[in-house]
C-alpha cells in the first residue's frame, strides 16, 4: 500500500505558467483534500471532493481548480500561476466508516512561482 | 477569533523525559473531533491520535496520549519519553460537528518541538 502519493515533488513554475498536480490514493477513500501550506498560516483547504465526480470549493479556491474523474485520483490544476502560489500542497484521504474520518496525507508538493 | 490555539510556537524537552503541547479550541458543537499530527523536517503530515468530544477516556496511542479536558476546552498532547526522532512541527486540528456530515478540518499553526540529547 502506497496510501496517497503526489507528483510531481518538486517545481519551479514561471509567473503565467499552468501546471496540474497529481494525487492519488489507493486506499479506495471516499473522500479527498487539496491544501496548502504557507509559514505562519498552518493548512488551508483549497477544495474538496466527497466522491468521484464532486468537488466543492475550501477555504482558499480562488485560482485553483480541481477535477475528480477516478476515484482513486484527484488533480489540482493552477491554470495561470502567480507568485502568491509559492507554497507546500499537500493531497489528503478519507473514508468515513463510523469511525473519526480521519484524513491522510501525501509527501507534499514544493511550488515555486517565479 | 482562531478556533484552534496552540499557545506554544516553540518547546524543548529533553531526551527520555515527557513533554505537553497545549491545544485549546472554541467550538459550539456538541459534536467534534480533535486530531494531532506530526510534521517532521522530511515534510510529510502523519497522524498520531483522535479523540472524539462524547469519547470518555482519554485517547492513548504508544507513547502520545491526549489530555482531553472538556469544559475547559484543551486536548493537550503529551509525549512520554521522548525521543530525538520527535522533533517535529506538531499540529492540533479540529472536525467540527459529526464525523459523518463535515469534511473539513479547522487546523492550529503548530507548536516546534526540539528534542535534546
Known amino acids: 500500500n502506497a496510501g496517497v502519493t503526489q507528483t510531481p515533488k518538486f517545481r519551479v513554475l514561471k509567473t503565467g505558467q499552468s501546471m496540474t498536480l497529481l494525487c492519488a490514493q489507493d486506499m479506495n477513500h471516499e473522500y479527498m483534500y487539496w491544501y496548502r501550506q504557507d509559514p505562519g498560516m498552518g493548512l488551508r483547504l483549497i477544495h474538496y471532493s466527497v466522491g468521484e465526480g464532486t468537488t466543492a470549493k475550501g477555504e482558499v479556491p480562488d485560482g485553483y481548480n480541481v477535477s475528480r474523474l477516478k476515484k482513486q485520483n484527484f488533480l489540482l490544476g493552477l491554470e495561470s500561476a502567480a507568485p502568491s502560489q509559492t507554497s507546500v500542497y499537500f493531497c489528503?484521504?478519507?473514508?468515513?466508516?463510523?469511525?473519526?474520518?480521519?484524513?491522510?496525507f501525501g509527501p507534499g508538493t514544493r511550488l515555486t512561482v517565479l | 477569533a482562531q478556533k484552534i490555539t496552540q499557545t506554544q510556537p516553540g518547546m524543548f524537552v529533553q531526551e527520555k523525559e515527557a513533554v505537553t503541547l497545549d491545544c485549546t479550541y472554541d467550538t459550539s458543537d456538541q459534536s467534534y473531533g480533535l486530531f494531532w499530527y506530526k510534521q517532521p523536517s522530511s515534510g510529510e503530515m502523519i497522524f498520531l491520535i483522535y479523540?472524539?468530544?462524547?469519547d470518555e477516556q482519554n485517547a492513548t496511542e504508544g507513547r502520545y496520549s491526549l489530555n482531553f479536558q472538556k469544559a475547559r476546552k484543551s486536548a493537550n498532547l503529551v509525549i512520554s519519553a521522548s525521543q530525538l526522532g520527535d522533533s517535529a512541527m506538531y499540529f492540533c486540528a479540529m472536525r467540527e460537528g459529526l464525523a459523518g456530515n463535515n469534511r473539513k478540518l479547522i487546523w492550529g499553526l503548530g507548536t516546534s518541538l526540539a528534542v535534546n540529547p
Open positions: 489528503a484521504s478519507s473514508e468515513w466508516r463510523g469511525g473519526p474520518d480521519t484524513q491522510y
Open positions: 479523540q472524539g468530544s462524547y
